[in-house]
């Protein structure tokens, strides 16, 4: 189903002044979405406050029910329960709502998108589409190619992710622990559970508990929503999600078992042809994906790509992209180009 096509649509961003709603007003400029009205919304704290589209100022609004009027596209990033509690009104008004939260990713009836790898997903909506997590956007769009070649059987996953992978407040508490322990002094942790500055967290999200099976729900995540991606419960996957401190951008080890060998010149070559995706992997030059060469880019960047000396039909990849904008900001917008048909290519911030 898609949109009824016009030459512009009104556009509501939930969480417009987040980490994620910066950046996707951000992207709707950058790619030029046809923006009648971009409606910001968020907490009644934000009210007073603006956001900046195109050079000029908007006001920010107070989310409640009755703000979707007149809304073609609703971006939501202000949290599960915001979603929970606000997308059903946003249906209800007209709109089709891109979910970046991971309130509805597993619901049977909502598709989980990323238009690099199932694009056609979008088409059976009944008004909510969901944004996959932003590790495993990453890695499906890095496993697709591969999977198509050669069928993913198994996957282990070590990733290393990003502050902002935890929001606004979790950059500045990086930030400022670090200024604070290198001037000798002590900055206590608040939103994390232990001090990030010179550390690296195995808890991912910060905020919940393990599951009964000693994984995360960010590490389950990566299992079930790349099966939901694949339409294949069989790959066997297995995560580990690591909270480093990096700004910008999450790096995964990624150790891939298929059905039929791939040399790693062969994957290479995948890789260097799949959508979305860009190879940088010379050895000799010392150069691979970084953190810092990935943020604020579209692409997802893979080096490293080897054979797996330790298993038949294996392969090691580094796989790095900004999970702000390719995990985040950017796959949206791209599901609401998908959905009023525009044809936009895929990465256009190299
Ligand atoms: N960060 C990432 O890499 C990433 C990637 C994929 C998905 N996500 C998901 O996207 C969502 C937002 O993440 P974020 O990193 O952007 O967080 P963030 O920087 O903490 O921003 C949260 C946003 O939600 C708004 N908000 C909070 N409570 C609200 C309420 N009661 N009513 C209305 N708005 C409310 C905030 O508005 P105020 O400023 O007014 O408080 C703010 O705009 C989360 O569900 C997260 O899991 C994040």
Not at 52 to 70: C, H, I
Not at 113 to 136: F, L, R
Not at 207 to 220: H, I, L, R, V
Not at 298 to 305: E, F, S, T
């Amino acid at each position: 189903m898609t949109l009824k096509r016009k030459d512009a649509y009104n556009v509501a961003v939930v969480g417009a002044t987040g980490a994620v709603g910066t950046e996707m007003i951000l992207t709707l400029e950058q790619r030029d979405f046809p923006v009648a009205e971009l409606r910001a919304l968020a907490s009644a704290r934000s009210v007073g406050k603006t956001v900046t589209y195109k050079g000029k100022p908007v006001a920010v609004q107070e989310l409640t029910k009755d703000s979707f009027a007149g809304i073609d596209v609703a971006l939501f990033s202000a949290g599960g329960s915001r979603s929970k509690e606000f997308a059903p009104a946003a249906v209800k008004a007209g709109a089709v709502v891109v979910d970046n939260t991971s309130h509805f990713r597993m619901d049977p009836d909502v598709p989980l998108v990323v238009p690099e790898v199932n694009p056609e997903d979008v088409e059976w909506h009944k008004g909510i589409i969901a944004n996959p997590n932003c590790s495993t956007i990453q890695m499906v769009a890095a496993l697709k190619p591969l999977h198509d070649a050669a069928r993913v059987v198994r996957v282990v996953v070590a990733t290393y992710q990003s502050t902002s992978g935890a929001g606004a407040k979790a950059v500045h508490e990086m930030v400022e622990q670090t200024r604070a322990m290198l001037n000798g002094g002590d900055y206590p942790p608040a939103v994390f559970p232990h001090q990030i500055a010179f550390n690296c967290i195995p808890q991912i999200p910060q905020s919940s508990a393990f599951g009964p099976n000693g994984y995360t729900s960010e590490e389950m995540k990566m299992v079930n929503e790349t099966r939901k991606m694949f339409h294949d419960d069989t790959i066997r996957i297995s995560a580990t999600c690591v909270r480093v401190p990096v700004e910008r951008s999450h790096g995964e080890a990624v150790n891939v078992q298929t059905e039929r060998k791939l040399t790693a010149a062969e994957a290479r070559e995948l890789l260097r042809k799949a959508p979305g995706v860009v190879v940088i992997d010379d050895l000799g030059a010392q150069a691979y994906p970084l953190a810092t060469m990935a943020a604020g880019k579209d692409p997802v960047y893979v080096g490293r790509i080897r054979e797996d000396i330790s298993q038949e039909n294996g392969l090691d990849l580094w796989v790095v992209s900004d999970n702000l904008r390719k995990g985040a900001a950017l796959n949206a917008v791209q599901i609401a180009e998908l959905l009023v048909g525009l044809d936009r290519p895929l990465c256009m911030v190299m």
